[in-house]
């Protein structure tokens, strides 16, 4: 097994990829300041607006403060009335979602969303879910948009060797293609092809100062994918390219936008120890913090800029001491310190294809309160789940069998913030409908029936429905094809055996089953065996015919005359009459012109 250090594993990330889409979308230029909203709040930013102090995350009223020439385009909200409700496999509903004005795009304070020069959105900071009793958050858009993107992608690195994790981003071992381009170039010959590739970055790029010419292959790799997204996409994308994910992810980050950034192996560690912790991939969670807090506990106070900004440098520092092995299991404790020395041992885990296509919508208080206006919701959010499902059969030729139902009840008075007993839900599957056309309506149907099945179902302040549990798709005529059509039988062979000297082992036949068999054949081939065994069936025949008949004069004491023996003959054992082209015997197998036995033998 090759080591960590032959591996080659690449990072692609698109830029404020909502930003761009919406760039797209509209035609704005990249230059001009450009956010998208969410329920009042900027959640994509593009790098034009950046240096005005907008962040991602801000109130758009404040954006705007910042930056008076700020676009702002919310995010597309769909409803009942707008979104279509019955979609199939032959409708143009995967072109329609890359519309430009999109379907059903309502702005919270009921005008279009759009291009405007400030936000479509209530200004009024205090309301969190502006009208969203009546429209819903849709992210087809940017869906649709990443499909593309990983479309291009799957060209270059096969679906076995990509892991998606996110929307925007994908990690891909590319170990094999890039060891296939070293037979091909030289290291000389790659690093000119990486001066013609805009944004690469590399400490290293001659024969003399490279340590892993895979990994310069693998940028070669990375700035063709990057090339070839652009120009079918118009989107931009940074990459990092080095051994392992870990300091492929962080080297993506390091030279954006529309750049690309490969590390040595030696150059792995420095990395990772100059970043603060909550930036390292891995410990951006629970144990993140564990960490920070261990630290925290550990080293002198400092002033109130960076009092809880912890770098990976001190983790590695405060690991040696006798206090680390108290608070982190000895696995734990032995990861951490080959993390900070730049090493991540974790392979690809294959994942392109979406487990589950789920909608979701929250009601907040008091909930919905009756079954009309929960039917309602469901209806719109099958629409959701029916759209993603037309898409994700269209792409992976593949049909969810199974409907899942999430639900959740109103907060319980005096239960503690953030336990579980304090907003009761569930969850409950059932079976998807089968139907050939799929509609939203079926799909709400039976997502209703699995809720009101739950107890105090009413009121809801949550609800989400998910299609899972996929099978491939058989086409209708291929499936009887293969019932009609021989496959894998092979044809009735005329010619004559194989020479001895040339004899037919079993995996030099065509059937490919052990000893030459022939598979199990169709309805077809069963009609073609029994046409072939007629004229046996009547030679069988005639044959009995004619050696009844010279039974019959043989029990008649009349001699067998030449005609008659010239078709069959008696045997001298059981005087049964055979046919005359046979050699033993058909009632006692003794063979033919054979001796009878003595009967009386000689006495001694």
């Known amino acids: 097994m090759a080591s960590d250090r032959d591996r080659v594993i690449l990072h692609v990330d698109l830029d404020c990829f909502y930003a761009q889409v919406e760039q797209r979308r509209l035609g704005v230029p990249s230059?001009?300041?450009?956010?998208?909203?969410?329920?009042?709040?900027?959640?994509?930013?593009?790098?034009?607006?950046?240096p005005f102090g907008v962040k991602r995350g801000m109130g758009a009223a404040e954006a705007l403060k910042l930056c008076p020439q700020l676009q702002c385009i919310e995010v597309e909200k769909i409803s009942v009335d707008t979104f279509s409700s019955t979609l199939t496999p032959d409708s143009d509903c995967v072109d329609d979602l890359a519309d430009d004005e999109g379907v059903?795009?309502?702005?919270?304070?009921?005008?279009?969303?759009?291009?405007?020069?400030?936000?479509s959105v209530d200004a009024d900071p205090d309301n969190d879910t502006p009208a969203n009793t009546e429209v819903k958050v849709s992210l087809r858009r940017y869906r649709k948009a990443s499909l593309d993107v990983m479309a291009v992608v799957r060209r270059y690195i096969p679906e076995a060797k990509l892991e998606k994790c996110g929307i925007d981003e994908v990690f891909g071992d590319v170990s094999d293609q890039a060891m296939e381009l070293l037979r091909k170039m030289t290291v000389d010959e790659m690093a000119a092809d990486l001066k013609r590739v805009p944004g690469h970055n590399a400490a290293a790029d001659d024969a003399a100062e490279v340590e892993s010419p895979a990994l310069l292959a693998g940028a070669v790799l990375c700035g063709r994918i990057r090339a070839a997204v652009l120009a079918e996409t118009g989107f931009t994308l940074s990459g990092g390219v080095s051994c392992n994910k870990t300091v492929s992810k962080i080297a993506s980050a390091l030279h954006?936008?529309?750049?690309q950034t490969v590390l040595?192996?030696?150059e792995g560690a420095a990395l990772v120890l100059a970043q603060p912790v909550h930036k390292v991939p891995l410990l951006r969670g629970k144990l993140g913090r564990s960490v920070r807090d261990f630290v925290l506990r550990?080293?002198?106070?400092?002033?109130a800029a960076d009092a809880t900004m912890v770098t990976m440098a001190e983790v590695s520092l405060h690991l040696e001491d006798s206090a680390a092995a108290a608070a982190f299991s000895a696995g734990t404790?032995?990861?951490?310190q080959s993390l900070c020395r730049g090493e991540d041992h974790s392979g690809i885990t294959p994942r392109m294809r979406p487990k589950s296509l789920l909608a979701c919508k929250s009601f907040g208080q008091p909930g919905v309160t009756a079954v009309a206006e929960l039917q309602r919701w469901l209806l719109l959010l099958a629409a959701e789940v029916v759209d993603r499902t037309v898409e994700d059969t269209a792409i992976f030729n593949r049909r969810p069998k199974t409907l899942v139902v999430y639900h959740s009840g109103l907060r319980r008075k005096g239960a503690a913030a953030g336990s579980r007993a304090a907003t009761p839900s569930c969850t409950r599957s059932t079976r998807m409908p089968s139907a050939k056309v799929l509609t939203a309506e079926m799909v709400a149907d039976a997502a209703l029936a699995t809720i009101l099945k739950i107890e105090a179902a009413l009121p809801c302040s949550r609800a989400a429905i998910?299609?899972?549990?996929f099978a491939d798709v058989v086409p209708e005529r291929e499936s009887i094809a293969r019932f009609l059509t021989k496959t894998t039988s092979p044809p009735i062979d005329t010619d004559p055996p194989p020479h001895p000297a040339h004899p037919t082992t079993p995996a030099a036949t065509s059937s490919g089953r052990k000893g030459g068999r022939p598979p199990k054949r169709p309805l077809e081939a069963m009609f073609a065996k029994i046409a072939r065994k007629r004229p046996a069936d009547e030679a069988r025949t005639s044959d009995t015919a004619a050696s009844a008949a010279a039974a019959a004069a043989v029990h008649q004491h009349a001699p067998v005359s030449m005609d008659m023996a010239d078709v069959a003959w008696p045997c001298p054992f059981c005087t049964f009459v055979n046919v005359a082209h046979?050699?033993?015997c058909s009632m006692c197998d003794n063979m033919k012109g054979a001796a009878p036995p003595d009967i009386n033998p000689p006495t001694p």
């Open 582 to 584: 046979t050699f033993s």
């Open 31 to 50: 230059s001009v300041p450009l956010g998208v909203v969410q329920w009042n709040n900027l959640i994509a930013v593009n790098y034009a607006a950046r």
């Open 333 to 336: 404790l032995q990861w951490l």
């Open 264 to 266: 040595q192996p030696s």
């Open 256 to 259: 954006k936008p529309n750049q």
């Open 104 to 119: 059903g795009a309502v702005g919270a304070g009921g005008a279009a969303a759009g291009h405007a020069n400030g936000p």
């Open 298 to 303: 550990l080293r002198p106070p400092r002033p």
């Open 466 to 469: 998910a299609a899972t549990d």
